[in-house]
């Protein structure tokens, strides 16, 4: 079966079918120095995550006893097909810059319990390497990744009375093209389509922020619907390899919140160890 006769008409990279993610992979520790890391690739675009403990928390945190989590968002100058200045150069950042780094902190704090940190900030940084379409999307499946393991790193550390983690975060777009309902849109689909969706949710399908807009023509509900049905599709699929990619890290976690259920081993007095055996 071809790529136009499963999508009805409009033909994707790589023979893809309409309901299919890109290749995609998550690269765990990809950084050296940073609490948590992940290197994250959805097909060309290729994203770095890091997660920094910070010993601080904002002005209005102060003496709160709890922790807050931000994060930042930029692109490599050659990320794109032309190159962009860099926007320090500019003096601050671009309004899509803005908009694109509160969604990932939002969408991550929804997913740590901010009240079971000490007063620190996780700090995540998602650099753009190479951008080919859902640099957003791949940032906040990439960056959940790397907060989980500085977690990790601070719980097995001692740094952490309680595991913080709420629920697991992913993100996908989605849109229209041609009239076509796609999964995991690429550069050339997303600057074509009629309709573009990025969504955001919860390994179990609850929703955490969706952004869409009419770009080529309005969108019915039994569109919007299918949209939605297609992305958390993707969404269960990218829940699966963030849940592979950690599990190691998560098994660790699990057995020092156990040894810490069970409490001390229970101490012996010096006569109990030299007591001989009964004899029989």
């Known amino acids: 079966m071809t790529g136009a006769e499963r999508t009805g008409g409009f033909v994707r990279s790589g023979d893809r079918s309409a309901s299919a993610l890109r290749p995609v992979s998550i690269e765990l520790d990809a950084m050296k120095f940073a609490e948590g890391s992940a290197l994250v690739e959805c097909g060309d675009t290729r994203v770095l995550c890091s997660a920094s ?21 930029a692109m490599l100058p050659r990320a794109t097909l032309t190159r962009s200045r860099r926007e320090v150069s500019r003096g601050r950042p671009s309004g899509r810059t803005s908009e694109i780094q509160r969604l990932i902190g939002r969408s991550l704090r929804s997913a740590v319990n901010l009240r079971k940190l ?40 001692g740094d952490l009375k309680k595991w913080p983690l709420v629920h697991s975060v992913a993100a996908v777009s989605v849109g229209i093209c041609e009239d076509e309902l796609l999964l995991d849109l690429e550069y050339v689909e997303d600057r074509d389509a009629q309709v573009d969706l990025n969504v955001v949710a919860t390994g179990e399908g609850s929703l955490i922020e969706v952004q869409g807009t009419a770009e080529g023509r309005v ?34 976690v699990d057995g020092a919140l156990e040894r810490r259920r069970r409490g001390p081993a229970a101490t012996r007095d010096e006569a109990s160890l030299w007591k001989r055996p009964p004899r029989v």
């Open 53 to 73: 403990v910070e010993r601080r928390v904002p002005p209005f945190l102060i003496g709160k006893g709890q922790g807050w989590l931000t994060a930042e968002y």
């Open 118 to 157: 000490p007063e620190v900030t996780i700090a995540v940084d998602c650099d753009v390497i190479q951008a080919d379409g859902g640099t957003r999307t791949a940032s906040i499946t990439g960056a959940y990744v790397a907060v989980v393991a500085a977690l990790a790193k601070m719980l097995l550390e």
């Open 219 to 252: 969108f019915t509900r039994p569109e919007f619907d299918g949209l939605l049905d297609l992305a958390l599709a993707g969404i269960a699929e990218l829940t699966e390899l963030q849940r592979s990619t950690l599990s190691e890290r998560l098994a660790d």
